[in-house]
């Protein structure tokens, strides 16, 4: 993975915020926010796929997208 990374043109989103938020101490609470949304959102993804019966799982991934999607905001300032 860290191959592939070396190897893009572009920095990744989540390399430059993380780079940006170390640098720019406004930016840390929106990178930890973005960063524990987008686990808690993978890990709800995996729990939607692995027990699609259970209710409410699906919706609890999409509000966890939405919050990661939301803090890409305060990047772009």
């Avoid at 995996?46 to 509000?63: N, S």
């Amino acid at each position: 993975m860290a191959a592939s990374a070396l190897l893009l043109p572009f920095q990744p989103l989540m390399v430059s915020f993380a780079k940006r938020a170390s640098i720019e101490p406004e930016l840390r609470m929106a990178h930890n926010l973005h960063k524990m949304s987008s686990l808690l959102g993978g890990a709800l993804f995996i729990a939607d796929d692995c027990f699609p019966e259970t209710p409410y799982i699906h919706a609890a991934w999409h509000l966890a997208a939405a919050i990661g999607i939301g803090t890409c905001n305060k990047l772009l300032e």
